[in-house]
């Protein structure tokens, strides 16, 4: 059961973290409150500002 719970909880980091990499608390940060505070920190990167949508031209610039 534990183990289940774990598996769970990397997979949801994960699907966050990717949904964080566009927002200004990043993937890493995203991933890290997800796994440690559950549906706490899906709503906190939920609420995190959207980087710009000209962020990927000024990077590539």
Known sequence: MFIAVIIVRIILAAVMASVGEKRSCG?????VLTFFLGLIG???VFCC??????YD???EG
């Open 42 to 44: 899906i709503i906190i």
């Open 57 to 59: 031209e000024i990077k």
């Open 27 to 31: 993937s890493t940060w995203a991933a």
């Open 49 to 54: 500002k959207k980087n710009d949508s000209n």
